[in-house]
C-alpha cells in the first residue's frame, strides 16, 4: 500500500531518517511533534507487517485528544483498521497473508502500569512528552523493546524545553 505522509518540517524529516535505537524530538508546542507520532507510527504499521508499536502519554484524557482520535481520522480511509476501544489497540490488516500490525494505545498510572506491561514485546515504542514520565517509567518500557524479528527497534521520546524529568 501507498500512503502520503504529506510534507513534514525540517525537524520531523530528521526525526523520520533517525536511525538510532533512541530518537529525541523536542520543542515548543507547535513544533509537530505530535503530528511526526502520528505519522511515523502509521508508516511505521503500513511499511513492517507485523510491528508491534506502542504509543505512551502519561493521561489517558490526553491520548485519547492527541494520537487515539487523530490516528482513526488519518486512517479510516485506508478501509484496513480496526480499533478495539476496550484494550485501546489498532490493527491494520495488510492483506495478502501478511502478518497484521497493530499500534497500542497505553498510559502510565505510575509503578501499577508495570504489571500491565511486564512481558509485552514492542518493536517502537513512542513516549510523547516523556517529561511526564519518571526515569523508573522510562527503564521500564525500554525492556520492553524487544522481539525476535527483523524489525528495527525504535524509542521515540518526545519532550518540551525547559521541563526537567521527574525524579525516579
Not at 510534507?7 to 524530538?25: D, H, I, M, S, W
Not at 491494520?92 to 506491561?117: C, K, M, N, R, V
Request: some cysteine; proline content about 5%; overall charge negative.
Amino acid at each position: 500500500m501507498t500512503w502520503d505522509v504529506g510534507t513534514p518540517n525540517e525537524k520531523q524529516k530528521q526525526a523520520f531518517l533517525a536511525r538510532t535505537l533512541y530518537v529525541g524530538y523536542g520543542g515548543a508546542k507547535g513544533g509537530g511533534k505530535t503530528w511526526f507520532i502520528q505519522h511515523k507510527a502509521v508508516g511505521g504499521a503500513l511499511q513492517y507487517p507485523g510491528i508491534k508499536i506502542l504509543i505512551m502519554r502519561a493521561h489517558y484524557p490526553e491520548l485519547e485528544q492527541n494520537h487515539i482520535r487523530p490516528i482513526k481520522t488519518l486512517v479510516a480511509p485506508m478501509g484496513i483498521t480496526t480499533y478495539n476501544g476496550s484494550n485501546h489497540l489498532m490493527t491494520f490488516d495488510l492483506g495478502d497473508d501478511l502478518p497484521e500490525s497493530t499500534i497500542q494505545f497505553g498510559h502510565w498510572a505510575g509503578e501499577e502500569s508495570e504489571s500491565e506491561y511486564n512481558g509485552l514485546e514492542y518493536d517502537w515504542i513512542f513516549m510523547d512528552e516523556a517529561t511526564q514520565f519518571s526515569e523508573r517509567a522510562f527503564n521500564f518500557l525500554g525492556g520492553c523493546l524487544r522481539g525476535a524479528n527483523d524489525i528495527p527497534k525504535r524509542f521515540y521520546v518526545t519532550c518540551n524545553p525547559g521541563k526537567l524529568c521527574p525524579a525516579a
